[in-house]
Structure formats: structure tokens, C-alpha cells
T-cell receptor
Framework: KAGVTQTPRYLIKTRGQQVTLSCSPISGHRSVSWYQQTPGQGLQFLFEYFSETQRNKGNFPGRFSGRQFSNSRSEMNVSTLELGDSALYLC???WGGGGANVLTFGAGSRLTVL | DQQVKQNSPSLSVQEGRISILNCDYTNSMFDYFLWYKKYPAEGPTFLIS?????DKNEDGRFTVFLNKSAKHLSLHIVPSQPGDSAVYFC???????????FGTGTRLTVIP
């Protein structure tokens, strides 16, 4: 079966712009989580959506937002981009909630902010 | 505040030998721990996990050990193979939520 698909894979933006990233989870998975990976910081949790509701949120500013659609596909948006937002953004899906559910990650969207 | 720490950024071992990757955590509420492996240009893939009610879990060449009193876990790979060369991330969660706390990763290089 198809894995987690993230688009676009690479993008370059300039400071002040906004960006929208898309994630299509594995068919049947209802939970979608987003993580930011930067050198030296590892993966940091952004937020999790389950059945179109944000169920959990990490410690990121309000410029980072997301949503989930009825087909479980998810988008995340970053407004007023800063240089420090340059990172690999990873989406992961799972069947349901709870840490015992193994997350399946996509290959990520690499954002460069100039 | 990094609640999960991997203090060794890199590790090199000879093929056939044991690889030991270490991870420490600070939050005593964590009750489920996972290891993920990441190859370049790919997302992390799940490797093995352990619940806090256990102190060891094995899956083929991979064994994870958990020492709750020391808040320490380790991943043993025996024997190590060149295909194991990747970045390994340790992660922890409370089990109630789907947000994982990741370490910064250890790059393992297995030398043929």
C-alpha cells in the first residue's frame, strides 16, 4: 500500500512569505502528526490532528498552523517566514491515538528560507 | 529543554561487531520508548519499541534495554551490517498522546 506522501519535497521561500505543505496519510490512518527537524535539535513535535481536530500541539509560535480534511489529508502553514524556519518538515500518520501507535513518516518537505 | 538526549552524535563499528546506541531521558512520565532509523532523503522508519513495564525487548538482531531507575535506554545491534549505517533516533512518549519526544540522533557507520 502507498506510504505517507508529502508535497512539495523541496521549496525555497524568502523571509516574510508564507508556505503551505501537504501530507497524504496511509489509507485508513486517521491521525496525522507534523514534526520539524533541524540540525542539532532533532525532531520536534508541531501538532497532531485526529478526525479533523487538533488533538495535541507542541511548543511552536502561532505562525505555525495546520488542518486536517475529512479524507484525513493534512496541511500545515507557516506564515511570516523567518530564517530559522529552514528545516525538514516531516509528516507522520498512524491508525489512531496513543504513543503505542507506530508512526509512519513521509520523506519530508525541505524548506529553505532566504 | 531536551527531554530525550542522545549524547553521541556518531558511532563507527566494524561489520559483525555489536553496535550500542544510548539514550537518556529526564521525564519520569514517559512510559513508552521507540527507536527509529533514518536514511538520507527518507523519512524515519520504526525499528523497535519497549513499554516501561519491560526492561528488554528483542527483534532479530535488534534489542532494546530499558533502565527506568537510571532513565536510560540502549539499542544493541548484533551483528552489525553495512546496511545498518543510518541515523538512529530515540523517542519517548507518555503513551496517551501521539506526540513523540525525539533525541537529536546518532549517526551509525558500519565499516565493511
Amino acid at each position: 500500500k502507498a506510504g505517507v506522501t508529502q508535497t512539495p519535497r523541496y521549496l525555497i521561500k524568502t523571509r516574510g512569505q508564507q508556505v503551505t505543505l501537504s501530507c497524504s496519510p496511509i489509507s485508513g490512518h486517521r491521525s496525522v502528526s507534523w514534526y520539524q527537524q533541524t540540525p542539532g535539535q532533532g525532531l520536534q513535535f508541531l501538532f497532531e490532528y485526529f478526525s479533523e481536530t487538533q488533538r495535541n500541539k507542541g511548543n511552536f509560535p502561532g505562525r505555525f498552523s495546520g488542518r486536517q480534511f475529512s479524507n484525513s489529508r493534512s496541511e500545515m502553514n507557516v506564515s511570516t517566514l523567518e530564517l530559522g524556519d529552514s528545516a525538514l518538515y516531516l509528516c507522520a500518520s498512524s491508525w489512531g491515538g496513543g504513543g503505542a501507535n507506530v508512526l509512519t513518516f513521509g520523506a519530508g518537505s525541505r524548506l529553505t528560507v532566504l | 529543554d531536551q527531554q530525550v538526549k542522545q549524547n553521541s552524535p556518531s558511532l563507527s563499528v566494524q561489520e559483525g561487531r555489536i553496535s550500542i546506541l544510548n539514550c537518556d531521558y529526564t521525564n519520569s512520565m514517559f512510559d513508552y520508548f521507540l527507536w527509529y532509523k533514518k536514511y538520507p532523503a527518507e523519512g524515519p522508519t520504526f525499528l523497535i519499541s519497549i513499554s516501561s513495564i519491560k526492561d528488554k525487548n528483542e527483534d532479530g538482531r535488534f534489542t532494546v534495554f530499558l533502565n527506568k531507575s537510571a532513565k536510560h535506554l540502549s539499542l544493541h545491534i548484533v551483528p552489525s551490517q553495512p546496511g545498518d549505517s543510518a541515523v538512529y533516533f530515540c523517542a519517548a512518549t507518555t503513551g496517551l498522546a501521539n506526540n513523540l519526544f525525539f533525541g537529536t540522533g546518532t549517526r551509525l557507520t558500519v565499516i565493511p
